[in-house]
């Protein structure tokens, strides 16, 4: 089973971490010190970098704790009323040490009664930055509804001059119709 000496942090969620830090909100001393580990640790990514099987923030992870049976929570910024029981926050140890872990990878953390526990990413069963990278790629580059322009290659660099000058791309190739300054 590989533990870490390490994690990947997508920019927001390692910035929440900072933000806690800075705020002391993580006061309970294994709280603060897993909190110190994740950001001395952290390998940092644009969320559209984060390999889909890695924990964010509102993932849905399965994970172990010692060898017991998986259990499934949603990562969680904070508690949230009406999800009892669905969410796993980074306030909390458990929550904040499956942060930035990817699939079979485990941690351990000191629990109430000064005893150690390991937690073990079994799956991420959803990730949001994944799943928005998926609608992203069924729309052929732009989420559907998102209002923003699908890019094509109008021109390249090694294709010769000829075939070049019979493309043009059309406004309404796009779906944008803004003219820019020139029409005021």
């Given at each position: 089973m590989p533990t870490i000496d390490s994690c990947q942090l997508?920019?927001?969620?390692?910035?929440?971490?900072?933000?806690?830090?800075?705020?002391?909100?993580?006061?309970?001393?294994?709280?603060?010190?897993?909190?110190?580990?994740?950001i001395s640790s952290a390998v940092v990514v644009f969320r559209d970098d984060i390999p889909a099987t890695v924990v964010t923030l509102s993932s849905r992870v399965a994970y172990r704790v010692n060898e017991g049976p998986a259990e499934t929570r949603i990562v969680s910024h904070d508690e949230?009323?009406?999800?009892?029981?669905?969410?796993?926050?980074?306030?909390?140890?458990?929550?904040?040490?499956?942060?930035?872990?990817?699939?079979?990878?485990?941690?351990?953390?000191?629990?109430?009664d000064g005893g150690l526990e390991t937690l073990t990413v079994h799956e991420v069963v959803y990730q949001p930055e994944a799943a928005t990278r998926e609608k992203l790629n069924l729309a052929?580059?732009?989420?559907?509804?998102?209002?923003?322009?699908?890019?094509?290659?109008?021109?390249?660099?090694?294709?010769?001059?000829?075939?070049?000058?019979?493309?043009?791309?059309?406004v309404s190739d796009v779906g944008f119709d803004d003219p820019g300054p020139s029409a005021a």
């Open positions: 997508t920019t927001k969620d390692y910035t929440i971490l900072e933000v806690m830090r800075d705020r002391h909100l993580a006061r309970e001393e294994a709280l603060s010190a897993i909190l110190k580990r994740k949230m009323r009406g999800l009892v029981g669905m969410l796993l926050p980074i306030t909390s140890p458990r929550g904040l040490a499956l942060l930035g872990l990817a699939e079979g990878q485990s941690i351990s953390i000191p629990t109430a052929g580059g732009a989420a559907p509804g998102s209002g923003r322009p699908v890019l094509r290659v109008v021109h390249r660099s090694d294709e010769p001059q000829d075939k070049a000058e019979n493309k043009l791309l059309a």
